[in-house]
């Protein structure tokens, strides 16, 4: 779906609301049909949506006017644009959540994003063989066809981002702030590297937003999102790694975790995870033979679409699951099912819910 410039700056106005998140912003656009029509309808008719009474005073401030017109100035630099959740280039994988960002602000190649990807993450302050074992995980994985996703943070983030480029695949960092505020700062040659490798800087938020506490927790559900699994290479029981971990494991990812010594901290976190289910990895073989087949997809539309019938409505049919094990259950390439679940739910025979696709009954 296209959107018209005005609409796009009726998104960008929404977006910048503080007491509208991804689940709210969403609701709006349930209810009116488009952002623009959202924003004149009157304040009463939020409220009656269960909106903050907030929400619908802030819409009209000239400071939200500002930042979307800011915004918009962000993405007249060539390599640089914004994803509409509703709209063309969108990432399907992310799109399935319940909590997807209304949308994506994007520098360097979007167009990786729907590439096979897998998140390495870990702890900042990560031994000298947590981080060499970060690089050489991420050089052989992206060597292997993945993309590597990861924080950007110091530490494990940074090694793995290193490793792609090492190999010189394609990485992408998802960021905390805004796109014009990469953070840390001491990662700013990175990021530049990245997109200039090939690879991609994303963030939910407005280009000029800065470094908030609560926004790195928050873009963490993005770096799993976009993954088909999330492998932490090192990490405490306290790291912001296990939110991502965790996270992916709500969204149906598969997780992995190196083990390391009992007596080292920067191991707790893994073995914590091993406990709660989470993959044992000892060799990138570990990782590439379960997921072996999704390295090449082929672009959309190139590839011969499998019939829609029989074998992926009778797993439908048989228990919800998320496109990831679907694809694994067929052994066909994720853009494939992807395509043919949408085949599907236009149909009317099948639906997502909560990131689970399940056979709608037969009348």
Same mark, same amino acid.
């Given at each position: 779906?296209?959107?018209?410039?005005? !609409?796009?700056?009726?998104?960008?106005?929404?977006?910048?609301?503080? *007491?509208?998140?991804?689940?709210?912003?969403?609701?709006?656009?349930?209810?009116?049909?488009?952002?623009?029509?959202?924003?004149?309808?009157?304040?009463?008719?939020?409220?009656?949506?269960?909106?903050?009474?907030?929400?619908?005073?802030? #819409?009209?401030?000239?400071?939200?006017? !500002?930042?979307?017109?800011?915004?918009?100035?962000?993405?007249?630099? @060539?390599?640089? *644009?914004?994803? /509409?959740?509703?709209?063309?280039?969108?990432?399907?994988?992310?799109?399935?959540?319940?909590?997807?960002?209304?949308? /994506?602000?994007? !520098?360097?190649?979007?167009?990786?994003?729907?590439?096979?990807?897998?998140?390495?993450?870990?702890?900042?302050?990560?031994?000298?063989?947590?981080?060499?074992?970060? %690089?050489?995980?991420?050089?052989?994985?992206?060597?292997?066809?993945?993309?590597?996703?990861?924080?950007?943070?110091?530490?494990?983030?940074?090694?793995?981002?290193?490793?792609?480029?090492?190999?010189?695949?394609?990485?992408?960092?998802?960021?905390?702030?805004?796109?014009?505020?990469?953070?840390?700062?001491?990662?700013?040659?990175?990021?530049?590297?990245?997109?200039?490798?090939?690879?991609?800087?994303?963030?939910?938020?407005?280009?000029?937003?800065?470094?908030?506490?609560?926004?790195?927790?928050?873009?963490?559900?993005?770096?799993?999102?976009?993954?088909?699994?999330? /492998?932490?290479?090192?990490?405490?029981?306290?790291?912001?790694?296990?939110? +991502?971990?965790?996270?992916?494991?709500? *969204?149906?990812?598969?997780?992995?975790?190196?083990?390391?010594?009992?007596?080292?901290?920067?191991? %707790?976190?893994?073995? *914590?995870?091993?406990?709660?289910?989470?993959?044992?990895? !000892?060799?990138?073989?570990?990782?590439?033979?379960?997921? #072996?087949?999704?390295?090449?997809?082929?672009?959309?539309?190139?590839?011969?679409?499998?019939?829609?019938?029989? @074998?992926?409505?009778?797993?439908?049919?048989?228990?919800?699951?998320?496109?990831?094990?679907?694809?694994?259950?067929?052994?066909?390439?994720? =853009?494939?099912?992807?395509?043919?679940?949408?085949?599907?739910?236009?149909?009317?025979?099948?639906?997502?819910?909560?990131?689970?696709?399940? =056979?709608?009954? +037969?009348?």
């Amino acid at each position: 779906m296209s959107h018209s410039p005005a !609409e796009l700056e009726a998104r960008l106005r929404l977006l910048c609301i503080p *007491q509208l998140g991804p689940r709210r912003h969403r609701r709006l656009l349930a209810a009116f049909g488009c952002a623009s029509s959202a924003l004149s309808a009157p304040a009463s008719a939020w409220t009656a949506l269960g909106l903050p009474p907030l929400a619908g005073e802030a #819409r009209r401030e000239v400071a939200i006017r !500002e930042r979307a017109a800011a915004a918009l100035t962000w993405l007249e630099t @060539p390599g640089r *644009q914004v994803l /509409l959740f509703d709209g063309a280039g969108y990432p399907a994988l992310l799109g399935e959540l319940v909590d997807a960002p209304p949308l /994506l602000f994007v !520098e360097g190649d979007a167009s990786i994003l729907e590439r096979p990807q897998l998140a390495v993450v870990g702890s900042r302050r990560a031994s000298r063989a947590g981080l060499d074992t970060a %690089r050489s995980f991420a050089r052989s994985l992206a060597a292997g066809g993945f993309v590597i996703g990861s924080g950007l943070a110091l530490g494990i983030d940074g090694a793995a981002h290193q490793g792609a480029l090492d190999a010189g695949g394609s990485t992408v960092a998802v960021l905390g702030t805004g796109l014009e505020c990469v953070y840390p700062r001491r990662h700013l040659g990175l990021a530049r590297s990245i997109v200039e490798a090939g690879g991609a800087l994303v963030s939910e938020l407005t280009p000029e937003s800065l470094p908030q506490a609560a926004n790195f927790p928050r873009r963490n559900r993005i770096i799993s999102g976009l993954a088909l699994g999330v /492998l932490v290479v090192e990490a405490s029981p306290q790291s912001g790694s296990l939110i +991502t971990a965790r996270l992916a494991a709500e *969204q149906g990812r598969e997780v992995y975790a190196i083990p390391g010594s009992i007596h080292h901290p920067g191991a %707790r976190g893994c073995h *914590q995870l091993l406990r709660e289910g989470a993959t044992l990895v !000892e060799s990138v073989e570990d990782i590439l033979g379960a997921l #072996r087949g999704w390295q090449h997809v082929a672009p959309a539309g190139v590839a011969e679409r499998q019939p829609v019938t029989d @074998p992926l409505l009778a797993l439908l049919h048989a228990a919800p699951a998320s496109s990831e094990a679907l694809a694994i259950g067929l052994g066909w390439p994720l =853009a494939q099912v992807l395509a043919n679940l949408t085949e599907l739910e236009l149909d009317g025979k099948a639906a997502c819910e909560a990131g689970l696709w399940m =056979a709608r009954p +037969t009348a």
